[in-house]
């Protein structure tokens, strides 16, 4: 099987290329990029892989491919839809973990938009939720245990020495930039880091995290029906948090957002480091089936960092498209990859992978034995969980809620 990883000799993409070629050597690994020489040079880090030069600014991308593809992770900013397109027109599985929300919605709008979208003969995966969707898929595996859901937190520490790559500017470089949110059971307007709260992270400090725009708060309350669901992130230094939070409040961020300071924005947001652990809480609270109280505490810790957990992330959907490693293989059409991933599976890979993963709370997965089979969880299921397959495709099949139009804003303490 041929994998073809566009930005494979970028940060995030070169641990994806050798994640995949460590687990799984019986596959041929294509290294993608506008510079062939780059690409090249990549590929001889990995046994049988191979370097090509792939634009996708250019209008088809995919033109001069030739070889046979199973699959292809988009690990650059694919601006314009071409990727997208041209996989669609060719039946080709994509795997895109670089969409931040409006790119997400729009992208699903220009499939949906093609003159027969249901008819989409290989799997569309927008795995752009924080972490490739780990975060998300684990909060909806959490979620479904319960019979109500009444809100979801994913808190995120990160670490400013850590490393990035430049595309990861353009997820954070929103903001000036309100987006909309579940909020008890409202969409309602949120200003990005406000609705603050002081989140003690598992073997870390505790620190006050802030809203920002992820995909995670579009997808969850479609796919768990949660009345709440907020994606906060604070910075390891809190001087660093606090200044990012001022200058956006008091106006200054929106000043810096004219296109002719994006050099000077993102210096601000990419200055990386060696390397730095990265931590995340996700948070589940809402009650069982015997009307009890439920809240559970998943934390999760990469001590090498978030572009390897994000390389972790896509490599498990790249698992999951093939069908490798227990997943039962993705169908075609749209989809979000924390809606038809498996979280038993996730977390073992987690955890083979070297990433700390703990629980405390009340939690319906707690007491269970790990892993978890598909089986194993079915009679534990809640009502809910037995429709999961239908609530998981909402979101492929443009059933989302829309978005209303409320003028309802979340305030958030200095």
Not at 222 to 237: E, M, N, S, Y
Request: charged share 15%.
């Amino acid at each position: 099987m041929n994998v073809l990883i566009i930005g494979g000799y970028g940060v995030v993409g070169r641990q994806i290329a050798a994640l995949l070629a460590h687990r799984h050597p019986q596959l041929t690994l294509t290294l993608a990029g506008r510079s062939l020489p780059a690409a090249q040079a990549a590929a001889q880090e990995l046994p049988g892989a191979q370097g090509a030069c792939i634009d996708i600014a250019s209008a088809n991308p995919l033109h001069g491919l030739t070889a046979p593809i199973d699959v292809i992770v988009a690990a650059v900013n694919d601006d314009d839809d071409h990727l997208l397109l041209a996989a669609a027109a060719r039946g080709l599985p994509l795997i895109d973990i670089t969409r931040w929300t409006e790119r997400v919605q729009t992208g699903a709008a220009r499939l949906l938009a093609l003159p027969q979208p249901s008819a989409l003969s290989a799997p569309i995966v927008f795995a752009s939720s924080w972490m490739a969707g780990l975060a998300a898929t684990l909060a909806r595996e959490a979620a479904l245990m319960l019979a109500t859901v009444e809100r979801i937190d994913i808190d995120i520490l990160y670490a400013l020495k850590d490393r990035s790559g430049p595309n990861s500017v353009a997820y954070m470089d929103r903001l000036a930039t309100p987006f909309r949110v579940m909020e008890e059971g409202r969409q309602v307007w949120a200003s990005p880091l406000s609705d603050l709260r002081d989140v003690a992270f598992a073997d870390g400090p505790t620190a006050r995290t802030a809203r920002f725009d992820a995909p995670d708060q579009f997808t969850l309350p479609t796919l768990t029906g949660a009345r709440t669901v907020a994606t906060r992130i604070a910075f390891d230094d809190p001087l660093s948090s606090w200044a990012l939070r001022a200058a956006v409040r008091s106006g200054l961020w929106r000043l810096l957002s004219r296109p002719s300071l994006a050099g000077l924005r993102h210096a601000l947001l990419h200055n990386p480091g060696p390397g730095g652990p990265h931590r995340i809480e996700v948070s589940v609270s809402g009650q069982d089936a015997a009307g009890g109280r439920v809240h559970s505490v998943l934390s999760l810790a990469d001590p090498q960092g978030q572009t390897h957990l994000t390389a972790v992330g896509a490599m498990i959907q790249v698992e999951r498209v093939l069908g490798l490693n227990g997943h039962v293989r993705a169908p075609a059409g749209l989809q979000v990859a924390e809606a038809l991933t498996d979280g038993a599976l996730v977390r073992q890979t987690l955890q083979e992978e070297g990433i700390q993963l703990t629980t405390t709370g009340r939690c319906a997965w707690a007491t269970m034995a790990f892993p978890l089979t598909s089986e194993l969880r079915a009679p534990h299921a809640s009502p809910r969980q037995q429709d999961a397959t239908t609530r998981s495709t909402l979101l492929a099949t443009g059933g989302a809620p829309p978005f209303c139009d409320d003028d309802v804003g979340l305030a958030g303490p200095a």
